[in-house]
């Protein structure tokens, strides 16, 4: 996701909790390959509006998230809190 890149991946570990299936990319049963294709078909099919909406949930995920400043700011406002 940070990388810009959309995602098709399995429902193991923690992933689920950053992969929202149908919001920020799509989740697939593990083990299951036709699953698998199936993700990776959609993704493949150029449907801009689809594909416009997991890049941006995604984006903006990864920013809210993961971004070193923000991540810095909630820790800021956490600590002046306590």
Not at 9 to 34: D, S, Y
Not at 40 to 54: I, P, S, V
Request: proline share 2%; hydrophobic share 40%; net charge negative.
């Amino acid at each position: 996701m940070s990388l810009e890149l959309l995602q098709s991946t399995t429902r193991i570990t923690a992933i689920p909790e950053i992969v929202n299936h149908g919001q920020n990319g799509l989740l697939v049963e593990p083990g299951n390959a036709e699953s698998m294709y199936q993700g990776l078909k959609l993704l493949a099919a150029e449907d801009w509006e689809l594909l416009g909406k997991l890049y941006h949930k995604a984006q903006c995920m990864v920013v809210d998230r993961f971004d070193g400043h923000n991540t810095a700011n909630k820790i800021k406002q956490l600590l002046c809190n306590a």
